[in-house]
């Protein structure tokens, strides 16, 4: 943690400042140590250089911290050599890279930090933050990066001064919460006046409704990570060829595949290496039947949740029929 972030910190509970106690730090970062609410009573440990706003029984996400940890190399650009995570970011913001430098950005749901990498190469300050362990994984990719700031911490409580970012993004998250307009909600405060507001959800489309995933997540979240892992692991080789032989037949072949079950993405075609489609096919699909969560939002609900919070400049559009992506101007408070 830099000490720097800590004005813009607070006590998610009771909104008031924190104070830091640092029992070790390694080259100007604190790695150990608390941070501490005087008015609250509040102690919040930090522990490999990350403030652990969630506590164990709160996190009911670690499916992604598994995730993470062996998947988030090859989602990240720079590291895996393809742009499909810049893309997405720049298609989806209205910013374009040039105009990033300088911004402060806050991510929600950062994951393995795909996205994180995107704007800090792009020379924004970032404040991320998780609620599972994926933090760790974000930080060991970009450990001592000075304009990076982690955080675990869950979307229903964060722990920041609100008004304080001219960019808050949420890629991929709210669909995995209990409540994805709840969560929505409590994103508001914290961009400032005509600061944009972005997130995408998976889309509730009717055919998406009838995805296979949805036929198997009643069994396949309550399995053990690893013992879905190693069934996905066990069958991608041999599902992936299948699906895309059968892409080929004509005019059937699209919807015959989809019975399939294996997410073998259209948009990935040609973008990342062959040797890398069966790696990311698991992975694909690890995400798809491990979440405790998956509650998919139609675009006109989410531009409801933009105008019900008086955002302006709303502009939403679905991506394949599988996402639904939206963003506004924060008003003027
Ligand atoms: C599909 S991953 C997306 C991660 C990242 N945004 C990306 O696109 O690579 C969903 C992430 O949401 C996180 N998440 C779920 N509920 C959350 C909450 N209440 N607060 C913060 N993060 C949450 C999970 O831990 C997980 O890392």
């Given at each position: 943690m830099w000490e720097s972030s800590l004005p813009l910190l607070r006590d998610p509970r009771s909104g008031e400042r924190l104070e830091l106690e640092t029992s070790e730090r390694l080259d100007g970062e604190v790695i150990e140590g608390a941070l501490t609410c005087a008015s609250s009573g509040a102690r919040i440990p930090i522990r490999n250089g990350i403030p652990r706003f969630v506590k164990e029984d709160e996190?009911?996400?670690?499916?992604?911290?598994?995730?993470w940890d062996l998947f988030a190399e090859i989602q990240t650009d720079r590291l895996a050599r393809h742009s499909l995570s810049t893309d997405r970011f720049f298609n989806q913001v209205s910013f374009s890279p040039g105009e990033m430098k300088g911004l402060r950005v806050l991510e929600a749901g950062c994951g393995g930090g795909r996205f994180s990498d995107?704007?800090?190469?792009?020379?924004?300050?970032?404040?991320?933050?998780?609620?599972?362990n994926a933090v760790d994984k974000n930080r060991a990719i970009h450990t001592g990066h000075p304009r990076h700031h982690l955080f675990q911490a869950s979307i229903f409580e964060p722990p920041f001064v609100p008004g304080s970012f001219d960019l808050v993004f949420c890629m991929g998250v709210l669909q995995h919460t209990p409540d994805p307009e709840a969560f929505f909600r409590q994103l508001i405060p914290f961009a400032k006046p005509g600061g944009e507001l972005m997130i995408d959800v998976y889309s509730a489309h009717p055919k998406q409704s009838l995805h296979w995933k949805y036929a198997l997540r009643p069994i396949s979240k309550r399995l053990p990570h690893r013992m879905l892992l190693r069934g996905i692991e066990a069958v991608a080789p041999v599902l992936v060829p299948i699906s895309r032989q059968v892409r080929r037949i004509p005019k059937l072949g699209k919807p015959l595949s989809r019975l399939i079950p294996i997410f073998v993405h259209d948009g990935?075609?040609?973008?990342?290496?062959?040797e890398d489609e069966v790696?990311?096919?698991?992975?694909?699909?690890?995400?798809?039947?491990?979440?405790?969560?998956?509650?998919?939002r139609s675009l006109r609900t989410m531009r409801r949740w933009f105008r019900d919070a008086g955002f302006e400049e709303i502009h939403s559009f679905n991506v394949m029929n599988a996402l639904n992506v939206a963003r506004g101007r924060a008003p003027a408070r």
């Open positions: 996190n009911y996400a670690e499916n992604f911290g598994f995730e995107v704007v800090l190469e792009a020379g924004a300050e970032l404040f991320s933050f998780d609620l599972s990935f075609m040609g973008l990342i290496p062959r790696r990311f096919a698991v992975l694909e699909t690890f995400d798809a039947l491990s979440p405790a969560y998956d509650r998919p």
